[in-house]
Nanobody, 120 residues
Framework: QVQLVESGGGLVQPGGSLRLSCAAS????????IGWFRQAPGKEREGVSC????????YYVDSVKGRFTISRDNAKSTVYLQMNSLKPEDTAVYYC????WGCGSGGNYWGQGTQVTVSS
């Protein structure tokens, strides 16, 4: 059974850090780009970051550049999103998705999401 499971969300104060994990099972992560997306209440889902499978190229939306870092460990079938200097506007449900044709090609598989709340 193909599955993506996110974890690591929670409540953090502004300026704090969280590390999200996206664990894959039922398929080989080696051949997929993995993207992180988020959706805040009343807003459309947006792409936050992505890492390609072929060369490890990474992409970030401008609002998180310099604060978030995406990485992958294919041996553990896991992709991480290290989030530092968190801001209240980062509050959202974060999802990971496996994209068969590279970053931006559209998610073939999606996780259920993990809530991130940045608040004092």
């Amino acid at each position: 059974q193909v599955q993506l499971v996110e974890s690591g969300g929670g409540l953090v104060q502004p300026g704090g850090s969280l590390r999200l994990s996206c664990a894959a099972s039922g398929f080989s992560l080696d051949y997929y780009a993995i993207g992180w997306f988020r959706q805040a209440p009343g807003k459309e889902r947006e792409g936050v970051s992505c890492i390609n499978s072929s060369d490890g190229t990474t992409y970030y939306v401008d609002s998180v550049k310099g604060r978030f870092t995406i990485s992958r460990d294919n041996a553990k079938s896991t992709v991480y999103l290290q989030m530092n200097s968190l801001k209240p506007e980062d509050t959202a449900v974060y999802y990971c998705a496996a994209e068969a044709w590279g970053c931006g090609s559209g998610g073939n598989y999606w996780g259920q999401g993990t809530q991130v709340t940045v608040s004092s």
